[in-house]
């Protein structure tokens, strides 16, 4: 009897110390936004685009990429970004090396990026100006699988998927938000931008639709493409608002 | 081609046992169906964020895909068997919304891919082994139990093409079996349209002693006790076979897929009187299953 009696309290005990530290870490998040009043935004999501073909491929089906930064897709980002945060925020004008931010990618083990942790948070620290505001918005490209095979679709990009019987095309802008405190540089909040409320059967973790063949970059300069431009600053437009909202960051939709 | 968590819950008791397992889960996709008839993979429900936070890692915010489903799987009773039956097995998969599902075959263990390059991939693989109750078949009498075994040990991906898969496994077992089991297998996968995919491809299987002899090695009691002549397993080529499986995307919530796997035993396997005198080395499992998504949004 004693030694059950004995047993409740321990599992009390416990029960009480992780409701606790729940409700720590519940804080944690929620609190460091709380006390953010003066932001700045950084974008390094469209100086490229790929342009992949997956599915039922010929032997060669290396994806290419183009430049686009004529398009200047990571200026919209900003300015759309700026927009959606300033009921809640101040948004602070910074300056940063935008090709330091896009050369940063992921190590293909996973524990290497356990270990070495966020890179991104270094590179606000030392590659931003002005330094000291609350925190510090980073937008940068997210890798993702397409298809069931082995292939990676990374930031803006075209893919042709190749069927027996047909053929399709898509186009995607698949980028990341962090949210990196401005004094100890850790990350307080991170999302992937997600997808919009489309249906097609072939669908991507992040802003992507089908387009027609009159989009693809091998009919000429993919930079020159209107169609093109146009439907990946949409892309962009909609799910931007939306990656904020989710993220307790913007009240909009 | 979804078999994303195939637990496989086989009775081989009674048919009730299933009957009474399968209604349930049949009940619930009916009723997730029936909250969810939208015919796209919109938003079905939206929950409230988790009361707490991971320290680390991504936030749980944003839309996920839940995945649900049943199937039944018609396999040997166990390996070497000449009769078969029917087992539920039921599918489920929680996934980021829009995450595309990697190519996965009937034979392969549950995998973490650590190293994940696109075209190559490797990690740790595990596999379950039901254990082999010498009461729960006649050809078994007086060959005592074998203890369910857990495998574990790593695996290797290969793409060379995005519609050609290569894949080894090699486990280690502990519990029924203490041997080294290596699974290879070649996938030929072909979309033939967006929403219907064919794969076919070999398989070979290699075990060493420690893992074949529980399973087809009789000593001299099991002899006695079973009627058969005694008889040494030693490890070596286990088995070589062959599958294929189809998947068919009815809308953006329903799929349904099937698969047959062929495997011929080989070497002392195939050897063992259990097989050659009350079994058969060709070996088919037959599965069929039908999963329904449907995305929740977390706040």
């Given at each position: 009897m004693r030694r059950s009696s004995r047993c409740v309290s321990f599992a009390t005990v416990v029960v009480l110390a992780v409701s606790v530290s729940a409700c720590a870490m519940l804080e944690t998040r929620e609190a460091k936004l709380q006390a953010v009043k003066t932001v700045g935004i950084i974008s390094a999501v469209g100086d490229e685009m790929s342009f992949a073909r997956t599915g039922?491929?010929?032997?060669?089906n290396r994806s290419q990429s183009f430049p686009i930064g004529s398009w200047g897709l990571d200026d919209l980002i900003v300015q759309q970004a700026t927009t959606a945060l300033n009921g809640r925020f101040q948004v602070r004008p910074v300056s940063y090396q935008r090709a330091v931010f896009t050369a940063i990618k992921d190590s293909p083990v996973a524990p290497v990026n356990l270990i070495r942790g966020d890179p991104f948070k270094k590179l606000v620290q030392t590659e931003v100006s002005p330094q000291g505001l609350d925190a510090y918005i980073v937008i940068t490209k997210a890798k993702a699988n397409f298809g069931g095979g082995g292939r990676k679709v990374e930031g803006v990009g075209f893919i042709t998927y190749g069927t027996l019987l047909a053929s399709s095309n898509h186009i995607h802008a698949l980028y990341e938000i962090r949210v990196i405190d401005g004094k100890t540089f850790d990350v307080i909040e991170k999302m992937t931008a997600q997808p919009l409320d489309n249906t097609e059967a072939v669908r991507l973790p992040g802003p992507s639709r089908l387009v027609d063949e009159s989009f693809s970059p091998s009919t000429g300069d993919p930079a020159r493409n209107e169609n093109l431009h146009g439907a990946i600053t949409d892309l962009i437009a909609r799910s931007l608002s939306s990656t904020l909202s989710d993220m307790h960051l913007a009240d909009v939709r | 081609m979804n078999h994303p968590v195939q637990a496989c819950f086989r009775s081989s008791r009674t048919v009730v046992a299933r009957q009474t397992f399968l209604a349930p889960l049949l009940t619930a996709l009916a009723a997730i169906s029936a909250v969810s008839d939208s015919a796209s993979a919109q938003t079905a429900f939206t929950l409230p964020a988790p009361p707490f936070e991971l320290p680390i890692g991504p936030s749980l915010s944003g839309n996920w895909t839940v995945m649900v489903g049943v199937g039944g799987e018609y396999k040997p009773d166990f390996v070497g068997a000449n009769r078969s039956m029917l087992s539920p097995v039921p599918i489920f998969s929680i996934r980021r919304a829009g995450s595309a599902e990697q190519f996965r075959g009937p034979r392969d263990g549950a995998s973490i891919a650590l190293i994940d390059c696109g075209d190559f991939r490797a990690g740790p693989v595990g596999k379950f082994v039901a254990s082999r109750k010498a009461n729960s078949y006649s050809e078994l009498n007086g060959l005592g139990d074998v203890g369910a075994a857990v495998e574990l040990g790593g695996f290797v991906e290969y793409y060379p093409v995005d519609w050609f898969r290569t894949r080894g496994e090699l486990r280690q077992g502990i519990g029924g079996h203490h041997g080294v089991v290596a699974d290879f297998s070649a996938d030929v996968i072909?979309?033939?349209?967006?929403r219907f995919t064919v794969s076919a491809g070999p398989r070979f299987t290699w075990e060493s002693t420690k893992a074949t002899s529980p399973y087809f090695g009789i000593d001299a009691v099991q002899a006695a006790a079973a009627g058969l002549p005694v008889f040494n397993a030693k490890g070596g080529a286990h088995s070589v076979g062959a599958g294929v499986q189809v998947s068919y995307r009815v809308n953006p919530q329903w799929e349904v897929h099937s698969y047959v796997e062929y495997e011929r035993l080989l070497g002392d396997a195939a050897a063992s009187p259990l097989v050659a005198l009350r079994g058969s080395a060709n070996q088919t499992t037959v599965g069929i299953g039908a999963s329904y998504s449907f995305d929740v949004k977390i706040r």
């Open positions: 039922l491929t010929g032997l060669n | 072909i979309p033939v349209i967006q």
